[in-house]
């Protein structure tokens, strides 16, 4: 069965940085695009990140443009998520989703807070 399992979310003051990753089981990972996204308390949840595959073509929300990075790595189906210049407003938690061919699948989300 497939399963996207997130990690690498914390605690961290503003202007810090954090990693997330997202390790994918039970489908070709290489042949699927991946989804970031994250949900605040009392919003909705958004979408922050694509990334393609094969080709790598990435996309951003434009709130974390220039300040986060996608990237995957096949061999490991592992996506990764490189959050730089963290602010207060990017506190949420962070979840990974690929959309398969008859439904979407989500992990379980991990928690980045940016507190001083």
């Known amino acids: 069965q497939v399963q996207l399992v997130e990690s690498g979310g914390g605690l961290v003051q503003p202007g810090g940085s954090l990693r997330l990753s997202c390790v994918a089981s039970?489908?070709?990972?290489?042949?699927?695009?991946m989804y970031w996204y994250r949900q605040a308390p009392g919003k909705e949840r958004e979408l922050v990140a694509t990334?393609?595959?094969?080709?790598?073509?990435?996309n951003y929300a434009g709130s974390v443009k220039g300040r986060f990075t996608i990237s995957r790595d096949n061999a490991k189906n592992t996506i990764y998520l490189q959050m730089n210049s963290l602010k207060p407003e990017d506190t949420a938690v962070y979840y990974c989703?690929?959309?398969?061919?008859?439904?979407?699948?989500w992990g379980q989300g991990t928690q980045v807070t940016v507190s001083s």
């Open positions: 989703r690929v959309l398969g061919p008859l439904r979407d699948y």
């Open positions: 039970g489908f070709t990972f290489s042949r699927y695009a």
């Open positions: 990334i393609t595959s094969p080709s790598g073509s990435t």
